[in-house]
């Protein structure tokens, strides 16, 4: 650790995430207020205190040799899997076991573990970047992806466990992995969506049975559609090894991806509770339950309507004084801001997310290290998709998720992993020539 390693510090990604911890303690200041004019949470002094112990430690990482990350990433993961598997099996908060509680804080041990993924993937990915057998590295990939998310899945933080699918996706892609790979859980992934929402829509919305739609549901038919398929795909597989041609391959393949995605689908909708299939319903129609599941999307879609252009204003917006927004601090943070900020307010914080990710993908350039460029680019996919998620979910374009906006929503747990992940961009930008 050198101190005049500070003067080589990325001060053009840093500067983005200090503004967007300042916007983050602004507004979750202005959630608190009531429409009296009375501050009813203190939350933003807490937030005041995470975002300079983030900034720390943040500092702390760029100052420290990000190849100490690769030697200790099997032990950080693992370690970083404890608290997981701990608040899985004895804790239970508001019927999730999320929450890690130290005292009157709760650390949400999900936050961490995505760092520790990348760190681990980055790892292997890099390791075996001359490696020939393909579908190997893809398939332990996966499961050092898969091992976390099936935790998180059964907590349950569906919103947590779609950024790890990201940032698989995103690190194996730029990690040279066969695109035909990345192709099977984007098509599986989407596959998946339609086979569980279109269910939801015949039911909720259409209100009326469609017999092709209804195949979806009987349990007896959907037996028989995997049975025969996996019967064809083992016919085009033997075909495959027996006389090597292309098209035996290619219908293993489509195969594979509607089964998994049958299967997946099926099983979603025993699994899932009501409440994350309401989410699915109102994402497709909010008035459909306008006071209820709904509710949230309407208030923040008007919330991000009223600001306009302008905005109305800093501590002058009437959705969050009113207490109209559920979860203002934290998941909706965004309407918050949009409303007493406007389209420029939302067009800036746009900007400074575009100007981060920018900087990361520069570094991922630049630096001659293959473990410290898929570090670059998990995270750039991680910071990505909790953008895009949020932004989305809070304009009712994306499903409510629970995603936090990062850097901006209220949460020390949320905080702390991306100012970790920022500290490893930092360490690596100083040492990008190194190797």
Known sequence: MKLNDILKIDYLLLLPVMVLLIIGILFIYSSGITSDGVQVSNEYIRQIIWSAIGLIIALVIALTNYRLFYNLSVYIYLVSLLPLIYTLLFVRITHAARWLRIGSFGIQASEFVKISVIILLARFLADTDRNKDAFQRFMVSCIIVMIPMLIVVIQPDLGTALVFIAILMIMTFMAGVA?????????????????????????????????????????????LVLLFLMVIAAIALFGYIKFKRKYFYWIVYASAIIVFSLGVSFAGRIVLKEYQIMRLIVFIDPNIDPRGAGWNIIQSVTAIGAGGFMGRGYLQGTQSHYRFLPEQST????????????????????????????????????????????????????????????????????????????????????????????GLVLSIFIRRYNR
């Open 179 to 223: 695109m035909r790979y990345v192709a099977f859980m984007i098509l599986s992934i989407a596959f998946t969506g339609i086979f569980l929402v279109l269910p939801l829509w015949q039911s909720y919305i259409q209100k009326k049975s469609i017999p092709l739609l209804a195949l979806l549901t009987n349990p007896k038919i959907i037996f």
């Open 331 to 422: 998941d909706f943070i965004f309407s918050i801001f949009s409303e007493e900020a406007g389209f420029l307010g939302g067009l800036v914080v746009f900007l400074l997310f575009l100007l981060i990710i920018t900087r990361l993908l520069a570094t991922m350039k630049i630096t001659t290290d293959p473990f410290a460029k898929y570090v670059c680019a998990g995270l750039a996919g991680m910071y990505g998709f909790h953008f895009m998620i949020n932004v989305g979910m809070t304009m009712g374009i994306m499903p409510i998720t629970g995603i936090p906006l990062i850097f901006v929503s209220y949460g020390g747990s949320a905080v702390f992993s991306g100012m970790i992940g920022i």
